[in-house]
């Protein structure tokens, strides 16, 4: 453990220059949130109505009726006002701030004197904390402290985080050990990493110590949700839940001795994330290492490919080691962002390049998926495999959708990925007293402080299309001694270093290369990083990828797409002696590095009437062209796989 | 079509010899019809109640209470007796004729004044037919008619059919397009069929009449269940049918323009088989074309190659052609059934030999693989590949059982396995006035009457381990003329024939050999079918197969099974240049031949512990061992696939 902390950069202080990811943050900005806020207002024509910010005007008393939407709708309004101060970090946009300040208005008047805050709870009177496992009430808390928590820290403005102050203050009266309080914690984790955020920004250990009570009575025997009227006697919220046992939220066995991931991903990698916040915070050891133990069962068990987690529909989950159908998979968009913020959380714990790796993989593939370049239409289930035809027809892929959806109304998804984009900053940098991690390959610039001395880092790339990534350090006083570590990422199959021309071998440790130095004014450092494209393949205890192979260049995955190479993409064949020529797209995605790749697929003319019989299908040689996966489905519906049967 | 109508064996003249059928028949009468019984008495301790007897007695006012069960719960007791009557054809078992006959009085007594009957709607008070969507209504009303056609057919006793006979006559008077009468149909089809099966035995044509304007109407737009309250209001007994569509129950669109097989697999053979009925009875070629495109979709497009449908688990569906997934599927046994008899059917109004190879592959594979040898552990879901770990903790697969379950409280498969069972004898023969047809090689014994002359058939096998079928043949009459059919399976590498010791080529047409002579007394037939193992490929459209080969001998399909080749199964490649060897297999299934194959798997050991990397696995040469599907899941629980990975 290292005694010197190390933190992301602030977002205030980076700002993101990168054409490719500079279109989808701008989108954010442009789009998403605008969209949002109408959306949560009930403005949008033919769209589903949010009722979001009604409810906040009901239990405010500024208007009549009924709670409306989910038991978590409040959350759309948290999410949004998030990803609202992710974006006035770098740009203090007038007219959503002015909106922002509006829904916190609101949303301090619909607050209880005691400090409850809950719209559904509130206007229904039913009684608070009676459904833990069910009733949201910590998860919509927990959505509403990390939007106080990330608006103050964007506009030091305090009027929100005092409105979850007090509801934190609340929650530390009712919830705890002491007899007369409840003894009982979450159904959705989700409190427990925000209330660490606000012990960060408040320095209050109150809050700091019931995220680490909620996470040590998790699980413990008797299982507290097992007193719960839902449960005992099957009054369920939600229908579904009947069929769920204790491990769908972590809940089976004491959290502290869970070793494999389980149940719903959302609400798993949401708590692992408190877990390592908890062992950051406390320095503990054990703490760490469970998470550690936690990690490497996704990351060696139980993960896509590209950075996605859920391989069971029902119930949104995590199923069993090398389980990983890729076409009947769930690999939600918010589990991946939840992915991603556990393994930053990993990176920051222990410096060890292997997390930043999965942090890469998800943003690049699954993340970028999930969104449409006109920024209202998004997926929230993340196949690697479709069939249209075959989706549409068979109900076992009844969650699947084979076009990206207009965002309507109740949405986790799409502010989950707003909040990402807009806070990319966090995950390019990192940095303590003495060294500054540069994690990814993104044109951007940022600022810091080491030791009281100002740092500037600018990075030039267009990473991986390029390997060439460099960067100019520019202290504010020349001559600072001070550590840069450059992550050097496990798919690199080499890389060279030169400082102002000159070959560097730096000190390698857990993927980073450690250059200790006297740094002056506009020192460049330049990294070429071979990442040629790549065929990797699956262990074979996956048995749905045996016999199949994918082919990435650097984090990206690539695909094969029905608009480039017709039909019945599971009759192609890669012959992968053969290297992978590239191909620059100039139309898909304003312009996208392609893959050309040789192989054979069968003659389907020759494939006959009937459906069994004992002749071998007929192939041809064939090229096919490879596309990067977040770019799918995005000329029209059609059939698509990442895993390509491989001739032997 | 030929005016010469073809009718399948009496069951009162077919003598079951067979030592393998042979087993599986004596389950029926010795295990599963008492231990039905028991059950729906709520006689088995330990087990759900059934409630179905008692449903009976408090309709009939012999007791108080409330209905339990489902809305169909009735048919328990009319599938217990309609297997009754199979099994008494052959043999007139006392005290399963005597708990018949105290069943059959309380359905009497339990019946209206007007004829109605229907425990569910007598007791609760619902109102008649007002949910013919849900309410299996006229479905049960099929299952007592076809169960009281059987008991009149192998008793004599007229008392059920009677009772019956008042309940079609009502049905008459509700059903109909004439002004003040209900112009539906039923939501789950099978009264159609049984209607039929009533005209044949009353010959009284309002029954045939009626079952002709079930299948004309449905269908037709307006679609009369959009006119219910369970779609209009949403009021579901069931809650998951709000989820369904019209083809759901085939009903998307006029039946007789129908064209592909959808909707829910046990509705669709059933309401097949009585289109084909219609199509004997009224000699209707238009309506025979029309059944032949269906069969055709089915078994050309939408049948696993163990004789069963349902791709889908939810809907228990037809899906998409060559949609077929060998793990997340339904193939339920009574839909396995439904396809036998509607091919059946089908054989009757063509001859073509083509649907007895189908009748044939359900039987030998998906039917027995339902029934455990104790008569009391069912499968009614019978995927192709099985992964336990897998399926107990990947929800997707929460519709599959990794072992046979005991055979508690409602259950249609169970007693749809024995009345096929027991009426096996209807498709191993059928004739018409000048000839016989030999369908199934099970050894047996056969007497007709053609022409008014008696003739007997006995058939010694031991098929398909062994090719060689004798064939005895004694007219009643010396130097009799008539034809003798022999079914030429399509699987059949080569047939040789001789009758009395003289090959004889006789004259084949689809897929029959046609011996037309005079024959004397026991002039004996002898074929030499040549069955060897064969590898069997799927049309390469199947995507799920692709490079893949199942294995099969004559009409059985093998399997590998962890008990004897370990886990991994899907690691397995079969050298399919190398001849399967026969081994017979003592143990299993007290003798079965088994077969050696050669090919090579993976090296787990070697296999690394990382998810995703560019090596390739690493293959040793091994032998493996095939059982037939239908035995599979006898020695406990374990890994089983039928498709296996070919080398290329």
Known sequence: MVGNKLTGADLKHVTIQDTFWGKYIDLVDEVILPFQWDLINDRVEGAEKSYCIRNFRIAAGQETGEHKGMVFQDTDAAKWLEAVACSLNKNRNESLEKAADEAIDLIAAAQCEDGYLNTYYTITGNKRWSDLFEGHELYTAGHMIEAAVAYFEATGKRKFLDVMCKFADHLCLVFGPEEGKIHGYPGHPEVELALVKLYRVTENRNYLWLADYF??????????????DCIRNGNYIFPEFKDFDLDYNQSHMPLKEQETAEGHCVRAVYLYSAMADLAYEYQDGALTRQCETLWENIVNRRMYITGSIG?????????????????????ESCATVGLAMFSNRMFHLTRDGKYMDIVEKALYNTLLAGIAMDG???????????????????????????????????????????????????YIYASDESTIYVNLFIRSRMECQLSGVGICVSQECNFPENGTVTLSISPEKPGSQFTLAVRIPSYCKGAVLKINGKEEAGTLE???????????MDDTVVMELNVPFRYVRSNPRVRHNIGKVSLMKGPVVYCLEEADNGKYLSGAVIDTSVEPQEEYDHQLLRGTLCARLQGSRID???????????????????????IPYFCWNNRGEGEMTVWMREKE
Chains 1, 2 share one sequence.
């Open 510 to 520: 857990k993927g980073y290369l450690y250059l200790n130095r006297i740094w002056e």
């Open 215 to 228: 996470v040590r009575t998790r699980g413990e025997r008797p299982c507290y949700f097992l007193n719960e």
């Open 311 to 331: 391989s069971a529909a029902y119930g949104e989950r995590f199923t069993a080691d090398y389980d990983l159908p890729n076409d009947t998979n769930y690999s």
């Open 604 to 626: 389907y003319e020759k494939a006959g009437d009937s459906l069994y019989g004992e002749e071998r299908p007929v192939y041809e040689k064939t090229e096919l062209k490879a």
């Open 376 to 426: 209202t239409h998004f997926f929230y289930v993340n196949p690697l495999e479709v069939v249209p035809e075959v989706v549409k027809k068979n109900p076992t892929y009844r969650h699947i959708k084979t076009t990206r959806q207009l965002w309507f109304g109740v949405a986790c998804c799409p502010p989950n990925i707003a909040r990402t984009l807009a806070s990319l900053g966090n």
